[in-house]
């Protein structure tokens, strides 16, 4: 591509999570946590061209549902490099993505092609002095392209399928970015059904002793009807989590790709570890690497070409003809050549040239604008980043060491006979409680942080936009 404006491309992946068991988690970590699943980039060279079967469209693709029929599961519980693999698959936005980059190259192709010529054949006079008159039998007329305007015209479109390839591997970090995010979401839902069910049974042992107390005379009414109420929450608690995780899988499904992926246990990891992310590193990287903000970069080099190719216009065609026949009337054979080219007296193409200024204009205004947007958006999630990971690192440093060792302590004077049973439940309850809100925090963390990664783009299932904006010169029909 003959473009100027070049920028580092990269395709996102996920390197894979080392497995840890999440059916049955361990409420209080105490172990370093596997490395983080990163974003990987390409950035010394350019990423080679999206192609429908290589980078996008994996081979048999359709854009239809997909089913677990058609797609090959890994066996085994699924880790988040299945995920995205499945996703890349098998996500139709991608192939979305795919044919734009076709599209566009199909114009490039169509843009620099010359004109056809046009081969006839006439007759004149016909009937003079009882003669057939003058007939041409062959006649070839041709128009030639001048001033580079083909040229120019492909390398807009050759531009546009570079804007479209950027787009692409847009949406391939939506799509990775958005799986993430929903596999985060599922490991977290995994371990609140499991410390609900916790819960549930807490609370009926926790009943069970308090109708024990009821019997001696230690406890009354009014402790069993709190005990039996605690019972009915815990319960409506347990079956709201369930519904989360099938709500969440489904999410995970769709983001994936697969319409009936079977919802299985996931191996994978919440825990921060590494390095925490920093906002000047973070802004810089974002600046330097986004996809939107290169795209927006790339739009005004194109629109450069398009104002070049549109003053390139009023350069007149030259339309050359000839032909050979023969006059029945005079009886000889008879050549003409015609050479002919319009005058751009009044139509100099000042229109369009002024419109394409103005997209030029405002595709200039657009690298202002797309900045400050990223940055206003980095504000967000990076204060929720920040949030979220000090408030996970309160829990596992702080508040839960402290509520397991309360409960530990409670648990030994029970057993040393100083301490009644009823408060060790107590004890214990507060810790699972403590860890449903330990792992809330830990799904905003994570998802704070895969936005952050992937530059912002979270949404797999939205699709890519065109690389030709409404309104812009391109979009109507006068533009070579």
């Given at each position: 591509m003959r473009a100027r404006v070049r920028a580092f491309v990269f395709s996102a992946s996920l390197s894979a999570v080392t497995a840890v068991g999440c059916q049955t988690p361990d409420p209080h970590p105490r172990q370093p946590s596997p490395p983080l699943a990163a974003i990987s980039r390409a950035t010394a060279t350019p990423t080679p061209p999206i192609t429908p079967t290589a980078a996008v469209l994996p081979e048999g693709a359709s854009s239809g549902v997909v089913t677990t029929a058609q797609a090959t599961l890994p066996a085994g519980p699924l880790t988040v490099a299945d995920l995205e693999q499945l996703a890349l698959a098998h996500n139709p936005t991608l192939v979305q993505a795919a044919a734009m980059v076709e599209a566009s190259r199909g114009k490039a192709l169509q843009a620099g092609l010359p004109f056809n010529p046009l081969l006839g054949m006439e007759a004149e006079q016909i009937g003079a002095d009882h003669s057939a008159g003058e007939v041409r039998w062959f006649t070839l007329q041709q128009q030639i392209v001048t001033g580079g305007k083909l040229r120019l015209s492909r390398l807009k479109y050759e531009q546009e399928a570079y804007l479209a390839e950027l787009q692409g591997h847009a949406q391939r970090l939506r799509v990775v970015n958005g799986m993430t995010v929903a596999y985060f979401s599922v490991l977290a839902a995994q371990r609140s059904v499991e410390n609900d069910r916790r819960l549930v049974a807490n609370a009926r042992e926790a009943l069970k002793t308090t109708e024990q107390l009821v019997n001696v005379g230690q406890a009354n009414e009014p402790d069993l009807l709190q005990a039996q109420v605690e019972v009915q929450r815990a319960e409506v608690a347990f079956r709201t989590a369930e519904a989360r995780l099938r709500q969440e899988w489904v999410h995970l499904a769709t983001a994936v790709g697969?319409?009936?992926?079977?919802?299985?246990?996931?191996?994978?990891?919440?825990?921060?570890?590494?390095?925490?992310?920093?906002?000047?590193?973070?802004?810089?990287?974002?600046?330097?690497?986004?996809?939107?903000?290169?795209?927006?970069?790339?739009?005004?080099?194109?629109?450069?070409?398009?104002?070049?190719?549109?003053r390139r216009e009023p350069i007149p065609n030259v339309t050359v003809r000839g032909g050979y026949g023969y006059n029945f009337e005079t009886r000889n054979k008879t050549a003409d050549v015609a050479f002919s080219l319009p005058v751009p007296l009044?139509?100099?193409?000042?229109?369009?040239?002024?419109?394409?200024?103005?997209?030029?204009?405002?595709?200039q205004a657009e690298v202002t604008r797309v900045q400050l947007d990223l940055q206003r958006r980095l504000s967000d999630s990076f204060t929720r980043y920040q949030t979220a990971r000090d408030e996970v690192e309160t829990f596992r440093t702080k508040t839960l060491p402290t509520s397991q060792k309360a409960y530990d302590v409670y648990l030994q004077n029970f057993k040393n006979r100083r301490a009644a049973y009823p408060q060790v439940?107590?004890?214990?309850r507060m810790v699972y409680q403590l860890n449903d809100e330990y792992n809330r925090a830990l799904l905003d963390f994570r998802r704070a942080?895969?936005?952050?990664?992937?530059?912002?783009?979270?949404?797999?299932?939205?699709a890519p936009p065109s690389p030709t904006p409404p309104g812009h010169i391109n979009a109507t029909p006068r533009p070579r």
């Open positions: 697969v319409s009936d992926l079977p919802q299985q246990p996931l191996t994978g990891n919440l825990e921060p570890d590494g390095t925490a992310l920093t906002w000047d590193e973070s802004l810089a990287r974002l600046y330097q690497e986004s996809p939107e903000l290169l795209f927006a970069m790339a739009k005004v080099q194109q629109d450069r070409t398009i104002v070049q190719r549109e009044f139509d100099r193409n000042q229109g369009t040239v002024r419109q394409a200024l103005a997209d030029q204009a405002r595709s439940l107590v004890a214990q942080e895969v936005e952050i990664r992937g530059f912002l783009l979270v949404d797999g299932l939205t």
